[in-house]
């Protein structure tokens, strides 16, 4: 019996951790590089571009 309350309460704090390790994670900000690279992406979705012209590769 003391085995199995021990291990409950072991799960309590873990789950309570991931709990907070998760909210933190929700709560961080997007980095700049990525927003930016959000806006690329759909202004050449907007144009209809592929993007292939900047990365140094030939154009079918």
């Given at each position: 019996m003391?085995h199995?309350?021990?291990?409950?309460?072991?799960s309590e704090v873990i789950?309570?951790n991931?709990?907070?390790v998760?909210?933190d994670?929700?709560?961080?900000?997007v980095?700049d590089?990525?927003?930016?690279?959000i806006?690329?992406l759909?202004a050449?979705?907007?144009?209809?571009?592929?993007?292939?012209?900047d990365?140094?590769?030939?154009?079918?």
């Amino acid at each position: 019996m003391v085995h199995s309350r021990r291990n409950s309460k072991e799960s309590e704090v873990i789950d309570e951790n991931l709990k907070r390790v998760y909210q933190d994670m929700l709560e961080e900000q997007v980095p700049d590089r990525f927003l930016d690279l959000i806006a690329q992406l759909r202004a050449q979705d907007e144009t209809g571009g592929t993007g292939g012209d900047d990365t140094g590769e030939a154009s079918a």
